[in-house]
Structure formats: structure tokens, C-alpha cells
């Protein structure tokens, strides 16, 4: 089936420091890949759809200079977190659909301290 | 985690009518999550039920939840064209994982 592997797992960084996460799409190719965050015992929050060749689209309330997407290849996405602050600690996960459903990553759990 | 199969796989209505449509899952579960999915867009969340309950609102939503069952509702009241999409139902997704969504329920809704 449809796998999308995402890394790293996890990541500590300290304040104000940049983390990148990727997410690839490993036996199928994806146009567009989808970020999401979550808070503890919260839902998965849609952040912004990636395109690949192309700008990503945010949804309301996300910043875009701060959390910058780019889908440079039909396998790869990637989410970098710019000058992270402790509440940009969160648990993000992209997915991707090969056709069939949707398929997500094991997520990145990101802590700034 | 485990994937939530919907019910009609679509659904065509009238603006105005009522839009039920139902998610089956296999084990049991802490909570359930319906999400929306416009075309081309990601999944956005409507509304989590949490095992111990039965029934849940929001605004024009119906949730409710058969634990026994394993089956859950969506009815979406006096719907609108802006209704139309795919939606998705998410058994125990809190930790997203590797879990995969089912094809969904693609509700149609004529002005």
C-alpha cells in the first residue's frame, strides 16, 4: 500500500532556530501533499496544501514566512519551522493521496525549548 | 490505528434537505473524528466524539455514536452548495500515524 515517510520523528531545538521536516511519498507520486498540526489533546489542524512546482496554499491564520513549504519534487515535500518559538512545539504530520484515501506520515513531534 | 469505512460512498441532494451518511469501524476507540474535504484541498476537522458520548452538535452537524455498533452519523441539516464535498470519518485518529482514510462519502448538493 501507500506509504508517505516522514522525517525526522523528533526533533528538540533551542529558540529561534529553523527546523525542516520532510515528507515522502515512497511508492507513489504525489502532486499535492498536505500539512497538518496538532496540539496535545487536540485535532489535526490543516496548515497548508503543497504543490508541487508550485507556491503553497495556507489556510487562514497560518504564517507563511514562518512556516515555509516547498514541493520541489513529485516524492518530496518539506516544512520548515523559521525562527521556532516554544509555541511552535506541536505535533505536525503531512499526507498524501495516491488515489484511494489518504495516507499520512508517523508525524514529527517538535519541542523548542 | 485503524481506518473508518463511509457510507453512501455518494450522496445527491437537494439545497435545503438533509444529509445523513454513516462510518463503520472494526475495534474499539477513544473518540471519532469527522473531516471535510474539498475538492483539491486538505482535510479540514468538523467535530471529534469522544466513546462516552452519544451525541454531539455543532452549528448545523449531528454527530452520533453507536459504540456498540461501531458506527458513527453525520447529518448535516438544511444544507447549502457549500456543503459539497468528501467527507471523512477518522476512528481514534488523535496520534494520525499511519492510519489511512477510507474513500469517503462524496455529497453532492444541488442549488
Known amino acids: 500500500g501507500a506509504v508517505v515517510s516522514q522525517h525526522p520523528s523528533r526533533v528538540i531545538c533551542k529558540s529561534g532556530t529553523s527546523v525542516k521536516i520532510e515528507c515522502r511519498s515512497l511508492d507513489f507520486q504525489a502532486t499535492t501533499m498536505f500539512w497538518y498540526r496538532q496540539f496535545p489533546k487536540q485535532s489535526l489542524m490543516l496548515m497548508a496544501t503543497s504543490n508541487e512546482g508550485s507556491k503553497a496554499t495556507y489556510e487562514q491564520g497560518v504564517e507563511k514566512d514562518k512556516f515555509l513549504i516547498n514541493h520541489a519534487s513529485l516524492t518530496l515535500s518539506t516544512l520548515t519551522v523559521t525562527s521556532a518559538h516554544p509555541e511552535d512545539s506541536s505535533f505536525y504530520i503531512c499526507s498524501a493521496s495516491a488515489g484511494s484515501g489518504y495516507t499520512f506520515g508517523s508525524g514529527t513531534r517538535l519541542t523548542v525549548v | 490505528s485503524q481506518q473508518g469505512e463511509e457510507d453512501p460512498q455518494a450522496l445527491s441532494i437537494q439545497e435545503g434537505e438533509n444529509a445523513t451518511m454513516n462510518c463503520s469501524y472494526k475495534?474499539?476507540?477513544?473518540?471519532l473524528q469527522w473531516y471535510r474535504q474539498n475538492s483539491g484541498r486538505g482535510l479540514v476537522h468538523l467535530i471529534l466524539i469522544r466513546s462516552n458520548e452519544r451525541e454531539k452538535h455543532s452549528g448545523r452537524l449531528r454527530v452520533t455514536l453507536d459504540t456498540s455498533k461501531k458506527s458513527s452519523s453525520l447529518l448535516i441539516t438544511a444544507s447549502r452548495a457549500a456543503d459539497t464535498a468528501s467527507y471523512f470519518c477518522?476512528?481514534?485518529?488523535?496520534?494520525?500515524?499511519?492510519?489511512?482514510f477510507g474513500d469517503g462519502t462524496t455529497l453532492t448538493v444541488k442549488p
Open positions: 475495534t474499539s476507540i477513544n473518540n
Open positions: 477518522a476512528p481514534d485518529n488523535t496520534n494520525a500515524g499511519k492510519s489511512t
